[in-house]
């Protein structure tokens, strides 16, 4: 059953891979004469749904989107929030493509590494490292806001990754592409714990959202399992109800994952919470 649950989630992840790849690569053959027409406008600013955070500014003061944005960015945002009130930031844990080629990454580290992967970042720089994705956040809204223009895109590896074979990309993205590879050999999603301002957003959906993943304190074995299998170190069994910021609702530390004690480490929704 576990092996099943695991399955599922790795077929998400492949499936919205797949398809980001492949609207990116029409969208370029279609610049060209080529690619399929239907899809043509597609791009990846088109389907980001960061993109409707940083054009909100403008979208409300002057009523028009970032230049390279336009509505359905602002819609999938609204998509992706609502699905985090639900159950967190699955779009990191599931559906993200970025998230998913350093996790790919990741699986070279482990095998060069093997415990030591993931662990060698002591613990007070780690913490203070994690603080930047939301200055990095509150500087690209800043920016975006003031020049009304997608300032990310120069350095962000998600677009240099989809794109890399295209003269889109700037030397500044490819760099960022780059250092993050390099230090996912290392570290568990390093964007995702130290840099992506969507992740700092959506991190703040783990303190509401309707479905919580929970601790049941009577009948953990305190085997550590839950905190050694979450990629980003987040110290499960010493916590009652999982609201840390950096959660990305992967559910590998749930009982139904890796937990070996059935009901231990489970998602509960809030309104079942508020009966008992």
Known sequence: MKKSKRKIRVAVQVFFFILIAFISVNHNLAESGGGIELL??????????????????????LGTFVQKLHSSSVILMGIVFLLALLLGPVFCGWICPFGTFQEWIGKIGKK????????????????????????????????????????????????????????EVAITGMVALFII???????????CK?????GAVLGFFNKF?????????????????????????????????????QCIRCFECTSENNCPVPETVVIETQILSTKK
């Open 40 to 61: 043509s406008n597609a791009s990846l600013h088109a389907i980001c749904p960061f993109g409707g955070v940083v054009t909100i500014y403008q979208l409300l003061t």
């Open 112 to 167: 060069i590494f093997k415990k030591r992967y993931n662990n060698m970042i002591p613990k007070k720089l780690d913490s203070k490292l994690r603080y930047f994705r939301i200055v990095f956040l509150a500087w690209v809204v800043f920016m975006t806001a003031r020049s009304g223009t997608l300032v990310f895109s120069n350095i962000d590896p998600y677009y240099a990754l989809f794109n890399f074979w295209t003269s």
């Open 181 to 191: 590879m390099g230090a996912s050999l290392f570290v568990e999603r390093p964007w």
């Open 194 to 198: 130290y840099a992506c301002p969507y």
């Open 209 to 245: 959202n309707l479905f919580k993943i929970k601790r049941i304190e009577s009948t953990c074995i305190s085997c550590d399992l839950c905190t050694h299998n979450c990629p980003m170190n987040i110290d499960v069994a010493n916590t009652s109800e999982i609201k840390d910021l």
